[in-house]
């Protein structure tokens, strides 16, 4: 399972308040192995939108978060 919809559920209720009240901020290292952990994509994984060194959620999966 990759997409969101399949990871989202399974992450930890806290890691995904702080995702959703930081939508366009950058996913937190921590946050990205959790979401690896639990079947998501990977930390290096194209599925990520690059800006500096940081990663963040594509439009997509804030498009369907929200």
Same mark, same amino acid.
């Given at each position: 399972?990759?997409? &969101? $919809? ?6 930890? =209720?806290? %890691? ?10 950058? &996913? $937190? ?6 979401? =690896?952990? %639990? ?28």
């Amino acid at each position: 399972m990759t997409d &969101i $919809a399949g990871w989202w559920p399974l992450l930890n =209720e806290q %890691i995904r308040r702080v995702i959703v009240n930081g939508l366009w901020s950058p &996913i $937190a290292p921590f946050s990205l192995g959790e979401i =690896e952990r %639990i079947g998501g994509r990977a930390a290096d994984d194209d599925y990520w939108v690059r800006g500096d060194v940081n990663a963040y959620l594509p439009q997509a999966a804030v498009l369907w978060i929200t």
